[in-house]
């Protein structure tokens, strides 16, 4: 068994960012992340936090635009607006979930696409599906770039994705489609989970519970990708899959943490210097 290790592949693109951001400074050019946070929830401000800190280090001017969770729509799309203007910046992420009384789809949807780094806009959605260059979201992405890494061709393999949010199994799907996995999607209303997860040589799974799967539902040798992150009663973080148990049956599977989350961040810069080369053009 073999660990997907997120967090040495993630140290290892971040050093590369840190040497492309030089090159873009020399050419006069110093690549911009604007992240906009609304109210006080605590996983927000922390994974704001991380991305802050990973921009500082690798050169990357950030910008956080922090709003109490009584903002209007409106006040909002201005803002939105007024960064889609400013050149200083080059990506543009709204940090999710919004308070209830803002319409999600409306903020996403106001991103100018070519600085739509989380790649959450409609017009990158789209692309991706189509399998045209898009920006496409940091956590499915990270996944597809640990598999580079680890020599794992999806092409002809049979994946399962457990999870179907517009954030993570949506596209995880898209991504494993274009490079020609034969894809399953399961979802809450999955009849039986296990009998698609059995028939997997891939097992990508995010969905937020707690041991959701067990050894009894992976085939032997089976890859396993636990995207989930969720805390125990004691405060520590673990993923879906019951790492102890199915590591005995994987050839290969990422750990929480130090699997996927890392690599969540690495791709943010990489689309964040992506972005900086778009505009450069
Ligand atoms: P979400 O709540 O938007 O979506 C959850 C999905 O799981 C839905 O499609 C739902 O139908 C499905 N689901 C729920 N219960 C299920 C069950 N019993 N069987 C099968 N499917 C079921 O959540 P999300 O934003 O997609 O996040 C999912 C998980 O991934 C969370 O734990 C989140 O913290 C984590 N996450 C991790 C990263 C990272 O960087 N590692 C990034 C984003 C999200």
Not at 179 to 207: M, P, S
Not at 213 to 225: F, H, L, N, Q, R
Request: proline share 5%; glycine share 8%; charged share 20%.
């Amino acid at each position: 068994m073999t660990i997907l290790d997120g967090k040495k592949l993630s140290d290892k693109i971040k050093t590369q960012i840190k040497h492309e951001t030089q090159l873009l400074k020399q050419q006069g050019i110093t690549p911009g992340l604007a992240v906009i946070l609304v109210g006080e929830d605590e996983a927000s401000k922390v994974y704001v936090g991380m991305k802050e800190k990973a921009c500082q280090a690798s050169g990357i001017y950030s910008k956080v635009y922090k709003f109490p969770q009584t903002i209007s729509q409106d006040e909002l799309l201005n803002t939105i607006n007024q960064i889609n203007n400013d050149d200083t910046i080059d990506g543009l992420l709204v940090q999710l979930p919004l308070p209830p009384h803002i319409n999600t789809t409306e903020i996403l949807q106001a991103i100018d696409p070519s600085k739509d780094v989380d790649g959450f806009h409609p017009y990158n959605v789209g692309r991706l599906v189509a399998g045209l260059d898009s920006f496409a979201p940091c956590t499915p992405l990270g996944v597809m770039e640990l598999f580079k890494e680890y020599g794992i061709d999806v092409k002809g393999q049979d994946a399962c994705v457990v999870g179907a949010s517009n954030i993570v199994g949506k596209p995880m799907q898209a991504l494993l489609l274009n490079e020609f996995a034969t894809v399953d999607i399961c979802h809450i209303y999955t009849k039986n989970l296990a009998e698609h997860t059995k028939r997997a040589d891939i097992v990508i799974v995010g969905v937020g519970k707690i041991n959701l799967i067990t050894a009894d539902m992976v085939k032997d040798g089976a890859i396993v990708v636990d995207i989930g992150i969720n805390k125990t009663k004691d405060g520590k973080l673990v993923g879906d899959v019951d790492f102890k148990n199915v590591s005995k049956k994987a050839s290969f599977i990422t750990p929480v943490p130090g699997g996927v989350g890392p690599m969540t961040i690495a791709m943010l810069l990489k689309n964040t210097i992506k972005a900086a080369k778009l505009h450069l053009k």
